[in-house]
């Protein structure tokens, strides 16, 4: 089993900057990525950035590229999500997702909210 906790999320003006975590514990081995999705009141989850454990490449959505940064903590089996210059439509649930050889793993999601 794997569990992810999230934390960081809230609520934030258009412009602000939030930083999201994400812990894995338990059973990791094999990791290959980790990543953060979002979803939209009424849309599809979506990929917004996920970094390779192995060498930390990453991957962005194209919404987001040069205002969000994805970064890890190796030893600490920590993500972490700095999302800056955001606005309206960065308004979501974020979930962390890990994935490794035994599987795809999901944290609870917290909310992001960027609002005047």
């Known amino acids: 089993q794997v569990q992810l906790v999230e934390s960081g999320g809230g609520l934030v003006q258009p412009g602000g900057s939030l930083r999201l975590s994400c812990t894995a514990s338990?059973?990791?081995?094999?990791?290959?990525?980790m990543a953060w999705y979002r979803q939209a009141p009424g849309k599809e989850r979506q990929l917004v950035a996920r970094?390779?454990?192995?060498?930390?490449?990453?991957t962005y959505a194209a919404s987001v590229k040069g205002r969000f940064t994805i970064s890890r903590d190796t030893p600490k089996n920590t993500v972490y999500l700095q999302m800056n210059n955001l606005k309206a439509e960065d308004t979501a649930v974020y979930y962390c997702?890990?994935?490794?050889?035994?599987?795809?793993?999901w944290g609870q999601g917290t909310q992001v909210t960027v609002s005047s």
């Open positions: 997702n890990l994935n490794q050889v035994t599987g795809s793993y």
């Open positions: 970094i390779f454990t192995r060498d930390g490449e990453t």
């Open positions: 338990g059973s990791i081995f094999g990791l290959r990525t």
